[in-house]
């Protein structure tokens, strides 16, 4: 594999990577509500769950999915209905005031963090077409395990690095008073686009 090849994987996945949709719309929401560093660790489940992705599609998930469509079939279902859930309570608690921790307190729910941005990224088959169908494709036939193990890193560094910075623009303080503000209106928005995501996922 060559250095030509290895950067043209790389900036494949990074558009991919920086493309609206759950993850993206997730990280900016934890973002605002709960801070940087809460949303770092969003960050990290959703690179995670992208490893998996990238993984699967090396070792045929996407063949799988082409010989038993019903598979993909009840994967989307499943997956668009846990993002219209989580949409559904964005919605049912955003009249609520948001609770901002104290500047000394440590921030809360790091592990559930984690494990929300990883469940994320796995009920979302979009990084699962995406890596079946154009991942794989990228990558020439006969990469030696050492380059694969260096595209899996680099997938996850791109995932890392796009919803982190979102998670950053939106911990700021200008836009954490604007949240403060329209909290309600901003909730409902994300929960709106969240479970029309959700509803073409289980409808495609």
Not at 51 to 66: E, S
Not at 74 to 92: N, S, T
Not at 117 to 130: C, D, E, H, I, Y
Not at 152 to 181: D, K, M
């Amino acid at each position: 594999m060559t250095l030509a090849a290895l950067a043209t994987v790389w900036f494949v996945h990074l558009l991919a990577a920086a493309s609206p949709g759950p993850a993206i719309l997730m990280a900016a929401r934890t973002g605002v509500t709960q801070g940087f560093v809460t949303g770092m660790w969003l960050s990290v489940g959703i690179g995670l769950g992208a490893l998996f992705w990238a993984v699967a599609a090396l070792f045929g998930m996407a063949t799988l999915f082409l010989l038993a469509p019903s598979l993909l079939w009840g994967f989307k279902i499943a997956g668009g209905l846990f993002l219209c859930w989580i949409a559904f309570q964005m919605w049912r608690h955003a009249p609520e005031p948001l609770r901002m921790t104290a500047d000394n307190e440590a921030p809360q729910g790091r592990f559930s963090a984690l494990r929300l941005g990883l469940l994320t990224q796995l009920s979302n088959p979009k990084p699962a077409v995406f890596f079946g169908a154009v991942f794989v494709n990228t990558i020439p036939a006969g990469t030696s395990l050492p380059w694969i193990v260096l595209i899996l890193g680099l997938v996850f560094v791109n995932e890392l690095a796009c919803t982190i910075a979102v998670a950053r623009a939106f911990s700021l303080e200008h836009p954490r008073r604007f949240y403060q503000r329209f909290k309600t209106v901003i909730d409902r928005s994300f929960g709106g686009l969240l479970a029309l995501l959700g509803a073409k996922i289980a409808a495609t």
